[in-house]
Every structure is written in structure tokens, then in C-alpha cells.
């Protein structure tokens, strides 16, 4: 059981290794001083290598345990803690970016709420089921129809299901959001 007095499985926490985390944060390209957000940020898996990287990180943790655990391992770091619900999130009033493993559960309800309007989401690098991944890159799907007009969907690293403790049971996939006509800065 972990220190948080909750077991896994009753929040379906499936933790990224750290391996696995670094080549997600590489594979996005965060550049230092970006704002990004790592919305079910658990014990910091994709955080630190965030950090490494020189973002500015909010990590978003619902559960009450983790997010303290979060506030102590990231004290004397650029990193603010927020204990939310991706239902519940405020989303940054200037430009930011997302990097993140967040609970499969909400998959769809944190993809609307990032897209929503009036959002400054400038991209997105997302590890999700890849059912869900290839559903909202298939340019058919009404989801994909409907962003692709203002962002650029697309599949980015496959992550096999060892890559996660405990495994889960789906497989799963890296979603790319990058909004069009943005350039880097």
C-alpha cells in the first residue's frame, strides 16, 4: 500500500516509470522557461524530467496524499502544486503547454476541457489509452474533425504496458496536440 494509506488499484493509479517519463518529456520538446502543465502528476514521474528541462510546472494531483507528497519532493523547485479535479482546473490565462500522464478515466473530459474556447493551450503530449489516441487522430471521428481545424493531432510515442507499475490492462500512446499557426519560441 502507498504512504498515502490508499491502495492503487482503488484509485487506478498506475504510475509512469521514470525511464519511460524522460522520453516522453524529450519527445515534446519543452524548452526552458515554458509554462507547462502535468495534470495527474502523482509522485512526479513526468514532473522532474519537466523540471530537468526547465519548465515552469504546475502539477495537478487530486489525491490528497500524493499532491502533499508532491509539495515536499518539488519544495525548492519551479514547480506549483495544485490539488484539483481536471473537472474543476483553471487553466492558465497566458499560453501554456501540457505534458502528462493523467488517469485514463478522464481522458475526454481534460481533452475538452484543454480545447475548450478561450483555452491558451499551445500544444499537448498526452499519455492515453491508445484506443483514445487513435480515436481523436482518426481524422473521420467527430472529435478529430472538430479540433483538427485549430490544432494538429497526431500519435507520438507508444508505450508498452511494462512501462507503467503496476501494468495496466490497455496499451497505450502519447496523443500530440500542437496548435496551428503557432511558432515556437
Known sequence: ???????????????????????????????????VL????GLGALT????????????????????DRLRRRFADDPVTVVRADAGDLRLPSRPFRVVSSPPYGISTLLLKRLLAPGSRLVSADL???????NRWTNHQAPAAARWSRHYDLSIGIRLPRKAFTPPPHVDSAV??????GRTRS
Open 38 to 41: 502535468d495534470v495527474g502528476a
Open 48 to 67: 522532474a524530467p519537466l523540471v530537468r528541462a526547465g519548465a515552469q510546472v504546475v502539477a495537478v494531483e487530486l489525491h490528497p496524499g500524493r499532491a
Open 1 to 35: 500500500m502507498p504512504g498515502s494509506g490508499q491502495a492503487r488499484g482503488a484509485w487506478g493509479w498506475h504510475p509512469l516509470d521514470s525511464r519511460w517519463a524522460q522520453r516522453v518529456v524529450d519527445a515534446a520538446g519543452v524548452s526552458p522557461g515554458e509554462l
Open 127 to 133: 499519455v492515453l489509452q491508445r484506443q483514445v489516441v
Open 175 to 180: 496523443l500530440i496536440l500542437r496548435k496551428r
